[in-house]
């Protein structure tokens, strides 16, 4: 047992130090699979900062993806025009006072390519690469009881069976990493290419002379579109559910801005940490209600955020979230702008949406309703009438062809659950996930689930992780999961497993907070509703960053209640 090879402290034992500085010395050998402390599953940015945290503490961790790259998401999704959606001063790493202060970021929302070569940059400035197995697939986890210890298998490029041993299995792969595609019937037969956002080919998409067919208009759409619209002969967007895009406003960084944040980066860090989505301290949500302010004060209060752009209109007045009819509100001033946009009312009222804002993600994008003014771009409705078959040319919906020769699914991912459901886990007495989340994905503090010991999930259902800049929960998770590993060993503890009652508790209370807000009155991948036949349940806890961060040190500091320890 590593507790007792390190004692009561996590200083790193002299055999780990030689392991390390062994692979060290061969930077592309991964270290021996034999007996690690932590298998960890994916190389995006939650497995590359639990890898750097687990070797400051010793811990011999190896990281296993099954891309040929670091990067994760930020590697899988590189559609024209893909960027993050939270500026990126506040979607990056905070550990390293040194990192954050070197890196320089070009634009105020990274593309893709700069977020992939920020993950590059943090693999090799934190020298991770020794430590991470790539085209490399995890495919199955087994519970051992007797050894107390995960039995890992996997599988290479090439076919080759892996097997590795690991006291703790640490799932970072990512809430949304399976991509999903509708059982479209007759999809074999497409005679033209078929992209998926979520899985996009690393040679370059030409779509110059094309008749582009994109299906779906969530955060991925409303980036490709635009992008597409720029090449391509045609475009023909087809929409079952129209969204909320508010303008991000993108643009070089402004070089004031950021050395105004690096001058106190760590103050800057703190005080989006107080924020429920642990960003935009620089623009705080407003917790007067919309429906106490007079009609005039409103909308300057909604145009004022527009202009800033991104997430914060959602803060305009504090019970935007809460209370369906100051939501309406907000609602109505973006069918307001997205009528002054689009010329043409037909188009605009088409792309005018009906469900609460926010209820679904907001998409941020610029461009995406000014798009719809150009000649080569088309609009179909498929919400009364669904897509029935693809075709050799095309598709079929509401007994019209449409023609097209080069297919863009952008219809999203199995969310949250996705990536271990179709895995090949089980758990205590041989108890399988997918049995075990029936139901739903129960948990205990987004972090664990009963009856699975020594195994956490990084961004998992139960987490405020989908509300927040995701790398402020990643750094939270992966900080608390380092903790809770010194603190048993500190104990004397080979095992943890979250109890019954506590994930009770937790699902009730995450399901309660959800029930006062409006995120319960659409369908929606937090509610696994994008999926059919997925178990309706809703998934991210809606506290807020800093109630969930106190909740998690309270557990603690109280000697980690609601866990039961082996
Ligand atoms: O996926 P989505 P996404 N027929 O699920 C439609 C993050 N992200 O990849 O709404 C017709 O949002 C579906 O229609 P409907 C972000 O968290 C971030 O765009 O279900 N249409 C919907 O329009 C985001 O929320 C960034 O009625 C079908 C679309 O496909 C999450 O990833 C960028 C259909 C899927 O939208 C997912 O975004 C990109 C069918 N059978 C993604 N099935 C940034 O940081 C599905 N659809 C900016």
Redesign the pocket.
Known sequence: MLHRRLGARCHLADDLKLDYKDAMSNPDAPPTSEALDLLIVGAGFSGLYMLHKARTMGLKSLVVDAAPSVGGTWYA?RYPG?????QSLEYSFSFSEALQQEWRWTERYASQPELLRYANHVADRFGLRNGIQLNTRMTSAVFDDAAQRWQVGGVGADGTPEAWQARFLVMASGP?SSP?T?D?PDLETFSGSVLH??AWPHEPVDFSGRRVGV???????V?VIPQAARQAESVTV????A?YVVPAHNGPLDPLHEARVKADYPGFRARNRQMRTGFGSEHPTNPASALAASPEARNAAFETRWREGGFGLLGSFGDLMLDMRANALAAEFVRGKIREIVHDPATAALLSPRQAIGC??LC??DGYYQTFNLSNVHLVD?SDQ??EAITPGGLRAGGREHAFDTLVL????D?VTGPMRRLDLRGRNGLRIQDKWRDGPVNYLGLTVAGFPNLFNIIGAGSTA?FTSVIVSIEHHVDWIADCIAWMDAQGHSTIEATDDAEREWVAQVNAIAAHTVFLSC?S?YLGA?IPGKTRMFMPLASGFPAYAQRCAAVADQGYTGFAFG
């Open positions: 999704n893909a960027r993050v959606d939270i949304l999903y509708p479209f956002t979520a299906v779906g208009t969530g955060s991925s759409a980036q087809f929409q079952r559910t969204s679904k993600r941020v994008a498929v669904p897509i952008a219809t999203g991912f969310a989908a369908n991948w994008n």
